[in-house]
Nanobody, 117 residues
Framework: QVQLVESGGGLVQPGGSLRLSCTASGFDFSTYAMSWYRQAPGKEREWVTTITSAGGSTNYADSVKGRFTISRDNGKNTVYLQMNNLKPDDTAVYYC??????????WGQGTQVTVSS
């Protein structure tokens, strides 16, 4: 059974930091590119960042570049999102996604991040 379980969300003040985790099971994690997406209230889900299967390459949305860092530990089947200098506009439900060519995408259930004073 495929599972992606996000954790680490919560309430943080502007300028603060959070580290999200997404732990996978039920598929060969090390062969999948992993991404983080987010969805704010009343808005469409948007792509945030992607890391390749071996972790050798990353890409970021302009809105988070320089503040967020994606990383992965294939030995632990886990992808991370370090979020620094958080802003109220970062408030959203954050989802991880696993993607591999010619395979279906897998999504987690999401974790809420709220940035507010």
């Amino acid at each position: 059974q495929v599972q992606l379980v996000e954790s680490g969300g919560g309430l943080v003040q502007p300028g603060g930091s959070l580290r999200l985790s997404c732990t996978a099971s039920g598929f060969d994690f090390s062969t999948y590119a992993m991404s983080w997406y987010r969805q704010a209230p009343g808005k469409e889900r948007e792509w945030v960042t992607t890391i390749t299967s071996a972790g050798g390459s990353t890409n970021y949305a302009d809105s988070v570049k320089g503040r967020f860092t994606i990383s992965r530990d294939n030995g632990k089947n886990t992808v991370y999102l370090q979020m620094n200098n958080l802003k109220p506009d970062d408030t959203a439900v954050y989802y991880c996604k696993a993607k591999r060519i010619l395979r279906p995408d897998y999504w987690g259930q999401g974790t809420q991040v709220t940035v507010s004073s």
